[in-house]
């Protein structure tokens, strides 16, 4: 994809997708569907962290996301 890590959004729902994602100077958003608390996912580097994928779109505007 060639875009620099530092400019990319990584959603995981363990906290080995967040680690990788701070590793790699990306920003992790977690979702509470792989099983991991909140907490955990937080702890491990999560910027935010949603329920869901649906939950994680209604709230696009907390990522700086927008669709013109």
């Known amino acids: 994809m060639r875009v620099d890590p530092r ?7 363990s906290v080995w997708d967040l680690l990788a994602a701070r590793r790699a100077g990306a920003l992790g958003i977690g979702l509470l569907s792989g099983g991991y608390g909140r907490d955990e996912l937080e702890r491990a580097g999560a910027f935010r962290v949603y ?3 649906a939950d994680m779109l209604a709230r696009l505007d907390e990522l700086g996301v927008r669709f013109d």
């Open 51 to 53: 329920a869901d994928p």
């Open 7 to 13: 400019h990319a959004m990584v959603v995981g729902d």
